[in-house]
């Protein structure tokens, strides 16, 4: 399975929700992504997870909240957004990030959240 | 600073066609560059990978060069098909001890029939 998955594909929430999105890997893989992208622009990266401990906060609101709960399941909890966080949030995955070599990343589909 | 260039923005040709994508990058010290393929509203999905001592990598219709010394690099796309039309995004890593990415803000390219 050389596939990252993502849920929900959709989803439009208001300012006082809370919702949460998933992300699912089986590849073995120890390092787990939260990406943002806005439309036409390039993904922004979240947060790291490194063998399921935090490993990078790019400074990130504390209305985002991520979780990682075993190696292959990433989730990213969502409260009090604003309307400015509608964008497609990606999730991606890679081998051990501290490893030399590629440790290419691989991209879920992505979740698409508008924020009304 | 860290930055990624690409050329064209944006590139509109004909089905059958060929065409080059452009890549300039400040980015250091460099581990390695990747192209990828992003269909709107999906996932990037990797095309090709290449570290400081590739120069050229295949996959398929799509060939990527890379120049460490000019820090430049390509994509080419062969017999371009309409499939073809997606943003394509040259990524550079970063080798800092975790390997960030520093994205560039891709070229969308339409393929006509």
């Known amino acids: 399975d050389t596939e990252v998955t993502q849920t929900p594909k959709h989803l439009v929430m208001g300012m006082t929700n809370k919702k949460s999105l998933k992300c699912e890997q089986h590849m073995g893989h120890r390092a787990m992504y939260w990406y943002k992208q806005k439309a036409k622009k390039p993904p922004e990266l979240m947060f790291v997870y490194s063998y399921e401990k935090l490993s990078i906060n790019e400074s990130v609101p504390s209305r985002f909240s991520p979780e990682c709960p075993n190696s292959s399941l990433l989730n990213l909890h969502l409260h009090a957004l604003q309307p400015e966080d509608s964008a497609l949030y990606l999730c991606?995955?890679?081998?051990?990030?501290?490893?030399?070599?590629?440790?290419?990343?691989?991209f879920g589909p992505g979740t698409r959240l508008t924020v009304l | 600073k860290n930055q990624v260039e690409q050329s064209p923005q944006s590139l509109i040709i004909l089905e059958g066609k060929n065409c080059t994508l452009q890549?300039?990058?400040?980015?250091?010290?460099?581990?390695?560059l990747r192209w990828y393929k992003q269909d709107t509203g999906r996932g990037p999905v990797s095309l090709t990978i290449m570290t400081f001592s590739e120069n050229t990598k295949s996959n398929g219709r799509y060939t990527a060069t890379l120049d460490a010394d000019t820090k430049q690099s390509s994509l080419h796309i062969t017999a371009s098909q309409l499939s073809d039309s997606a943003s394509y995004i040259c990524v550079v890593s970063a080798s800092t001890g975790f390997q960030k990415l520093v994205f560039g803000t891709g070229t969308r390219l339409l393929v006509s029939p």
């Open positions: 991606a995955s890679s081998q051990a990030p501290l490893a030399g070599g590629y440790n290419e990343q691989f």
């Open positions: 890549c300039n990058y400040t980015v250091s010290p460099f581990s390695n």
